[in-house]
């Protein structure tokens, strides 16, 4: 292994994936990707119920390492493409909850893999953009389909299209990120933030997850039904029966379930 990928582990339940190559802004070579996908593996056989997923250095993600890819045959290049796929479904069919904690540009994939979390925290001033229609390419890790479901179609063809990116602040007042602050602050919100979900029930969340991703595509009528389905689980579970112990004892809970 090459260390392009880290992994750390901040205990009570959160991790952290580290994107080390600060030299190359992170981008998503071969090894990385390898590196990227164990990683994530070995994270979701841990306890974690919150893994942040960063960038080294002063960018995020500059996406696919488009260097090593032009050196690539035909072939080498749909493998490279499927392996950044392989790590962007892997990230959004984690059971754990995942944060983007974006430092610095999150380009082309590294867009993409942001998208894949399910939330995006970013610092001001950053530049975010799918920006593959510069090189004669369009988003192939997932850009075209998460992007318009974030921002909606107009805004999403208008960013691809032109493949311009745009800065945080714009970014959060159309979806695509949840939160912004300054870069001296975004490592101690993102922890914080990190430490509320992980006092959460890991089951609780999980479900939440799969209710929102399964149910927005779905008639609203079988989207209910699907959330009714699933309150059997929970309602008979031990992290509700230490929830409702905790609120009549007025002390915080302590939940021990672990996701499915």
Same mark, same amino acid.
């Given at each position: 292994m090459s260390n392009e990928i880290v992994v750390k582990n901040l205990g009570e339940h959160v991790?952290?994936?580290?994107? /080390?190559?600060? $030299? =190359?802004?992170?981008?998503?070579?071969?090894? +990385?990707?390898?590196?990227?996908?164990?990683?994530? =593996?070995?994270? %979701?056989?841990s306890p974690a119920r919150v893994v942040l997923i960063r960038g080294s250095g002063r960018g995020f993600c *500059? !996406?696919?390492?488009?260097?090593?890819?032009?050196?690539?045959?035909?072939?080498?290049?749909?493998?490279? /493409?499927?392996?950044? /796929?392989d790590v962007v479904n892997a990230i959004a069919d984690a059971r754990f909850v995942s944060?983007?904690?974006?430092?610095?540009?999150?380009?082309?994939?590294?867009?993409?893999?942001?998208?894949?979390?399910?939330?995006?925290?970013?610092?001001?001033?950053?530049?975010?953009?799918? +920006?593959?229609? =510069?090189?004669? *390419?369009?988003?192939?890790?997932?850009g075209t389909q998460r992007l318009p479901r974030l921002v909606g179609v107009s805004r999403a063809l208008h960013m691809m299209l032109s493949g311009e990116p745009v800065i945080? $602040?714009?970014?959060?007042?159309?979806?695509?990120? /949840?939160?912004?602050?300054?870069?001296?602050?975004?490592?101690?919100?993102?922890h914080e933030f %990190? +430490?509320?979900?992980?006092?959460?029930? %890991?089951? %609780?969340m999980a479900h939440i997850k799969r209710l929102v991703y399964r149910g927005v595509e779905r008639p609203l009528e079988d989207a209910l039904r699907m959330e009714r389905a699933a309150l059997p689980a929970i309602l008979g579970s031990a992290d509700?029966?230490?929830?409702?112990?905790?609120?009549?004892?007025? =002390?915080?809970?302590?939940? +021990? !379930?672990?996701?499915e």
């Open positions: 991790f952290e994936i580290w994107m /080390n190559r600060p $030299d =190359r802004m992170n981008a998503l070579g071969r090894e +990385t990707v390898i590196e990227f996908l164990q990683a994530i =593996r070995d994270v %979701a056989a *500059a !996406g696919a390492d488009l260097k090593q890819r032009a050196q690539m045959t035909f072939h080498e290049r749909l493998e490279h /493409n499927a392996g950044i /796929n944060i983007a904690v974006m430092n610095g540009v999150a380009l082309g994939g590294g867009l993409e893999l942001a998208m894949a979390c399910d939330l995006r925290f970013a610092a001001s001033g950053i530049s975010l953009g799918l +920006t593959e229609s =510069r090189v004669g *390419a369009f988003p192939g890790a997932g945080s $602040d714009y970014a959060l007042s159309i979806g695509l990120v /949840n939160e912004v602050m300054p870069q001296d602050q975004l490592e101690t919100r993102a %990190a +430490t509320l979900l992980a006092g959460r029930s %890991a089951p %609780a509700y029966a230490e929830g409702l112990a905790a609120f009549a004892e007025k =002390r915080p809970p302590r939940f +021990t !379930g672990v996701a």
